[in-house]
């Protein structure tokens, strides 16, 4: 598949001004955080283990949105579940923890920010926020409109990518004042969304025909191709390209039911991942505890 790829050329394969504008990103970090950082009201460093999660964080977000497979989440759905899980369950995650807690107050306490964050935010708001979304989004026709164009996919992914962050925050919030869920009602919370993000998989897995234009039309293929290949390129490839078997052995459905398992186990390694050091911290603060001494009897 690689030497094949090879023919949409170095743009397509490695979005050189995705990674300009990420690096960009971790530079402004590094300088807001660190030498610059009292000019913006911050405290102390972040931690070694901080910095370091922040800037994994983007490099998965590169090697998702900016590598070669960015451009094979537009030719098989397999590809674009794994990308989703990466983006929407893991860097989300890594960012809560990278981000100094001084700069999260800043941001939710703002004066706009603020009463929206903090509604959204509320545990059962959140769920059904983040669920709905990724259910509404591989709906077959908000799907295929949102590979339509640079615009609807950009506020799409953007979308999802907030909501990610939204229903994480209860999970494990930056902001020791606003941790305010019990041990107990995280782990419900989690169960919760596990549940609730299963029927988009369960659609996806057990279709027996093609859902979506985008992998299987070609009119639709080539207009999300279009999205990460430069025009000229494409326009020169169009007669040559038949679709994307010429670059997978799996058919349509396959390549379907995969990416939907491949999704849900991914889901379920994080969710169980997150609830592991849940169960984790719950109990080492319970051991944590001393019995009061009892009372001499006399």
């Known amino acids: ?39 913006f009201g911050g405290e102390e460093k972040p931690a070694g283990k901080q910095q370091f999660l922040f800037y994994v964080s983007l490099l998965l977000l590169y090697i998702v949105k900016g590598s070669p497979i ?42 706009v920010i603020k009463p929206v964050f903090h509604l959204l935010t509320k545990p059962l708001i959140a769920l059904i926020l983040f669920n709905a979304v990724f259910s509404l989004y ?45 041990p107990l009602l995280k782990i419900g919370y989690i169960f919760a969304n596990s549940v609730l993000i299963t029927p988009a998989c369960v659609l996806i897995i057990f279709s027996s025909d093609p859902l979506y234009a985008a992998y299987t039309q070609d ?22 390209l038949s679709g994307p078997e010429m670059f997978t052995s799996m058919d349509v459905v396959e390549d379907q039911q995969l990416g939907g398992i ?18 984790y911290k719950w109990f080492s603060k319970e051991s944590q505890k001393v019995d009061p001494v009892p009372a001499t009897i006399e």
């Open 1 to 39: 598949m690689w030497l094949e790829l090879q023919i949409f050329g170095f743009r397509a394969l490695w979005s050189p001004y995705y990674f300009v504008f990420l690096v960009g990103l971790a530079v402004l970090y590094y300088l807001i955080t660190g030498p610059y950082r009292h000019r």
């Open 70 to 111: 960015d451009l094979l989440t537009h030719i098989t759905l397999t590809a674009h579940m794994v990308q989703m899980a990466i983006y929407l369950l893991v860097i989300p995650i890594f960012m809560l923890k990278g981000i100094p807690s001084w700069i999260w107050r800043k941001v939710v306490n703002a004066p």
């Open 138 to 182: 591989h709906m077959p026709s908000v799907f295929d409109f949102a590979k339509s164009s640079m615009v609807a996919h950009t506020s799409i992914s953007l979308i999802l990518f907030l909501t990610a962050f939204i229903v994480w925050f209860p999970l494990i919030s930056p902001i020791k004042e606003l941790d305010e869920m019990q």
């Open 219 to 240: 009119g639709s293929w080539i207009q999300a191709l279009s999205l990460c290949v430069p025009g000229d390129v494409l326009s020169g490839l169009t007669t040559t």
């Open 262 to 279: 491949i999704m849900k186990i991914m889901q379920e390694i994080t969710y169980g991942i997150v609830l592991g050091s849940i169960f």
